[in-house]
C-alpha cells in the first residue's frame, strides 16, 4: 500500500481539499469523482468555508460519484444529495459540471443515461477518483464476491449483500482508468481490514478496495491515525 498516516480525520480532508484547489487552477477541465460516507462529508464542508470556497475555481471542475443509492436528491440516503446540502448550496458552480445519477428514476433507465453521460469523459480517464471503503472491504457499490472486476461496462446496477438496496456503481475496470485513485479511509473500524489488505499483497484477496488499482497513474491510501493504527 502507498499510503500517507494524517492525525485525524479532518487534517486529511484539509490535504485533499488543498489539492481541489490545485487541479481547479490548471485552466482546463477537471473531471473528480466523489465518495459518500462520514469522512466525505467532513471534506464537503471544509470546502464549503473559507478559504476553500473562494480559493477553488470550481468552474474548472466537473463532479461525479463513485455510485449512489437509488433514490430521489432529498433521501437522507443519497450522495448527490450530501453534496449539495454541504457544498453545493454554499458555492457558485455552473449545473452543468454537476454529473449526478439520478437516484429518482427507474434503476435501467438510468443505468443507460449515467452510462452515455459517461462517455463524455476525456478518454474515459477521470483525473482523479476519490472513493471511500467498508469494513467489508467494498468501494463504492462493489461489494465483495459479486463483483466482476473484468465488466467492460462503465456503470453496473448493483445490490446492498445484506438490504438488498440497489445503486448504480462505477465498474471496477472504469475506476481503474483513472489517472489518481485516492482511498480515505478513517476511524479504528478501518484497522484490522487495512492490515490485512496491506500485509497480504494476493491478487485474490476478494475485497475491491483491495484490488481495484489505476492501472496507468497512482493509487494512494489517506488514513487517520486511528484507521493505521495497527499498519507497520
Known amino acids: 500500500m502507498n499510503?500517507?498516516?494524517?492525525?485525524?480525520?479532518?487534517?486529511?480532508?484539509?490535504?485533499?481539499?488543498q489539492e481541489f484547489v490545485t487541479y481547479s487552477e490548471q485552466g482546463r477541465p477537471v473531471h473528480i469523482s466523489l465518495s459518500g460516507g462520514?469522512?466525505?462529508?467532513?471534506?464537503?464542508?471544509?470546502?464549503?468555508?473559507?478559504?476553500?470556497?473562494?480559493q477553488v475555481q470550481w468552474n474548472n471542475l466537473h463532479f461525479w460519484w463513485g455510485d449512489d443509492r437509488m433514490v430521489a436528491p432529498n433521501d437522507p440516503e443519497s450522495n448527490y444529495g450530501e453534496v449539495q446540502k454541504l457544498l453545493f448550496d454554499h458555492i457558485q458552480?455552473?449545473?452543468?459540471?454537476?454529473?449526478?445519477?439520478?437516484?429518482?428514476?427507474?434503476?435501467?433507465?438510468?443505468l443507460s443515461r449515467f452510462s452515455d453521460e459517461l462517455k463524455t469523459?476525456?478518454?474515459?480517464?477521470?483525473?482523479?477518483?476519490?472513493?471511500?471503503m467498508g469494513t467489508d472491504g467494498h468501494t463504492?457499490?462493489?461489494?465483495?464476491?459479486?463483483?466482476?472486476?473484468?465488466?467492460?461496462?462503465l456503470a453496473v446496477i448493483a445490490k446492498h449483500p445484506d438490504t438488498g438496496q440497489l445503486r448504480i456503481s462505477k465498474t471496477a475496470k472504469l475506476i481503474a482508468?483513472?489517472?489518481r485513485i485516492t482511498y480515505l479511509v478513517t476511524g479504528g473500524a478501518k484497522a484490522e481490514i487495512l492490515k490485512e489488505i496491506n500485509e497480504n499483497t494476493s491478487a485474490l484477496l476478494p475485497y475491491p478496495a483491495a484490488r481495484i488499482k489505476s492501472n496507468n497513474g497512482?493509487?494512494?491510501?489517506?488514513?487517520?491515525?486511528?484507521?493505521?493504527?495497527l499498519l507497520k
Do not use: C, M
Open 218 to 229: 497512482i493509487t494512494e491510501w489517506y488514513l487517520d491515525a486511528e484507521a493505521a493504527a
Open 93 to 110: 458552480i455552473p449545473k452543468e459540471n454537476i454529473h449526478r445519477i439520478r437516484g429518482e428514476n427507474e434503476v435501467n433507465d438510468e
Open 121 to 132: 469523459v476525456p478518454n474515459g480517464e477521470f483525473d482523479w477518483i476519490i472513493l471511500g
Open 38 to 54: 462520514s469522512t466525505p462529508k467532513l471534506l464537503f464542508k471544509t470546502l464549503s468555508t473559507s478559504p476553500f470556497n473562494t
Open 3 to 17: 499510503y500517507q498516516v494524517f492525525e485525524n480525520a479532518q487534517a486529511a480532508v484539509e490535504k485533499i481539499a
Open 177 to 179: 482508468q483513472a489517472k
Open 140 to 153: 463504492a457499490s462493489l461489494f465483495p464476491h459479486q463483483t466482476d472486476f473484468a465488466d467492460e461496462k
